[in-house]
């Protein structure tokens, strides 16, 4: 089963604007990661906020972290046409540092 | 050249037979892994080796197997492909902890008629 479950489950915005995602989980965890997949390819890590961590920040990226919620956020600021993909969370639970699980995504959609 | 390579990309077969999947890295990474994915859903685990000697099973092992043939290469067999085993499959590489970031070959589409 997945733990984490992101919302919504497809957005879609005007070239320019903020989009926000946002990612619930179940257990503890280790760290939370958020990853991109353009269409039919592989995924690609973009950031990784550790438990004790509340806020990070990569370029036009935000990623907030309440362990209190057990939810996270992304925002991708001024958005682009090239930013179209699915983005998906990915924890590592405390109970098995081995490995990740990921949610099901959002389709993010930027109109131009 | 790319870090995590998977052949082939494209498969097509037909239900019974035997497929092989594989996947080489040049990260020198010890941690590999193979994931599934369904049209519209996240990803699901299927094995994970932590190194040649070391094979664990995921969520949805039933119906694979796999290879640790050396620290670079992992292999994912279906041993009777059926049609619901019909999706993307990915291999991925990680670092001395699992937790840390995974790097993604580029998936194999495989369809099972």
């Known amino acids: 089963s997945q733990q984490g479950e992101e919302d919504p489950q497809a957005l879609s915005i005007q070239e320019g604007e903020n989009a926000t995602m946002n990612c619930s989980y179940k257990t503890s965890i280790n760290n939370l990661q958020w990853y991109r997949q353009n269409s039919g390819r592989g995924l690609v890590h973009l950031i990784l906020i550790r438990s004790n961590e509340r806020e990070k920040h990569s370029g036009r990226l935000r990623v907030t972290l309440d362990t209190s919620k057990k939810s996270s956020s992304l925002l991708i600021t001024a958005s682009r046409a090239a930013d179209t993909a699915s983005y998906f969370c990915a924890t590592a639970p405390y109970s098995s540092a081995s490995k990740i699980i990921f949610g099901s995504g959002t389709r993010l959609s930027i109109r131009p | 050249d790319a870090d995590v390579t998977q052949t082939p990309r494209n498969r097509i077969t037909k239900t019974g037979k035997r497929i092989m999947l594989e996947c080489s890295q040049t990260?020198?990474?010890?941690?590999m892994y193979w994931y599934r994915q369904d049209p519209g859903l996240g990803l699901q685990l299927i094995y994970y080796s932590f190194d040649v000697k070391d094979i664990n099973k995921g969520e949805i092992s039933d119906g694979y197997s796999v290879s640790r043939q050396a620290q670079a290469k992992f292999s994912l067999s279906l041993e009777s492909a059926i049609p619901n085993q019909t999706a993307l499959y990915f291999c991925?590489?990680?670092?001395?902890?699992?937790?840390?970031?995974?790097?993604f070959g580029p998936g194999t589409r495989l369809t099972v008629l």
């Open positions: 990260k020198g990474h010890d941690r």
């Open positions: 991925a590489t990680s670092g001395p902890s699992g937790a840390n970031e995974q790097f």
